[in-house]
């Protein structure tokens, strides 16, 4: 199992910028997707964005496309998200999560990603 430590969340004001750190041990991540998923109370989870950790595609949910941005730096095993120009839509709770490359497919429920981090909160004020 892969474990994963999310950092960085916080109270910003609509229009400021925050990056989120999503911390990986446990595996090396070579053949998995790494992903950002959001939930607001009373909601299910919301895919945000999924990359492979080897590097090729990475899919955005159309709501966060040309605002976020996910990196990695794979010294330190550690998977980012560049949040710009948040709304107060975007006030959530994000969590990191990972899934093995078994599917040539980009996978965007939550439910079929079987490593999570503990979240970190958002708040996007108006």
């Known amino acids: 199992q892969v474990q994963l430590v999310e950092s960085g969340g916080g109270l910003v004001q609509a229009g400021d910028s925050l990056r989120l750190s999503c911390a990986a041990s446990?595996?090396?991540?070579?053949?998995?997707?790494l992903a950002w998923f959001r939930q607001t109370p009373g909601k299910e989870r919301e895919f945000v964005v999924v990359?492979?950790?080897?590097?090729?595609?990475?899919v955005y949910a159309d709501s966060v496309k040309g605002r976020f941005t996910v990196s990695r730096d794979n010294a330190k095993n550690t998977l980012y998200l560049q949040m710009n120009s948040l709304k107060s839509e975007d006030t959530a709770v994000y969590y990191c999560?990972?899934?093995?490359?078994?599917?040539?497919?980009?996978?965007?429920?939550?439910?079929?990603?079987?490593?999570w981090g503990q979240g970190t909160q958002v708040t996007v004020s108006s």
């Open positions: 999560a990972a899934r093995v490359r078994d599917s040539p497919l980009t996978i965007t429920i939550a439910s079929l990603y079987t490593s």
């Open positions: 446990g595996r090396t991540l070579n053949n998995y997707h």
């Open positions: 990359t492979p950790w080897s590097g090729g595609s990475t």
